[in-house]
């Protein structure tokens, strides 16, 4: 069974940092990339970023210089490290993976095979 939970959202001031987790299971981890989304209220589904299996990444524009991706294969989970969250960074953010390893630009966000459930990042001002 494929399995993809987030964890790590909480309440954090402006300025302030979260790492966000994303623990895979029932595939093989090195020959997916991990993609995180986010959903604020009221607005669409947008990628945030996303890591392929041979490491490479990709930001959004709004996220670029601010948040950082990573994956630890051994460990079959990827990293969303937020810093200087700002207000607008609100939304439950999701994980997803896609089979595919390669290079990676936007159009990585389209077509993931797994999604995992949310987690809740509420950034105060």
């Known amino acids: 069974e494929v399995q993809l939970q987030a964890s790590g959202g909480g309440l954090v001031q402006a300025g302030g940092s979260l790492r966000l987790s994303c623990a895979a299971s029932?595939?093989?981890?090195?020959?997916?990339?991990i993609g995180w989304f986010r959903q604020a209220p009221g607005k669409e589904r947008e990628g945030v970023s996303c890591?392929?299996?041979?490491?490479?990444?990709y930001y959004a524009d709004s996220v670029g210089g601010r948040f950082t991706m990573s994956r630890d294969n051994a460990k079959n989970t990827a990293y969303l490290q937020m810093d200087s969250l700002k207000p607008e960074d609100t939304a439950v953010y999701y994980c997803?993976?896609?089979?595919?390893?390669?290079?990676?630009?936007?159009?990585?966000?389209?077509?993931?095979?797994?999604w995992g459930k949310g987690t809740l990042v509420t950034v105060s001002s």
């Open positions: 029932g595939f093989t981890f090195d020959d997916y990339s």
């Open positions: 997803a993976a896609r089979h595919y390893s390669g290079p990676i630009g936007d159009w990585i966000f389209d077509g993931m095979d797994y």
């Open positions: 890591i392929s299996g041979i490491g490479d990444t």
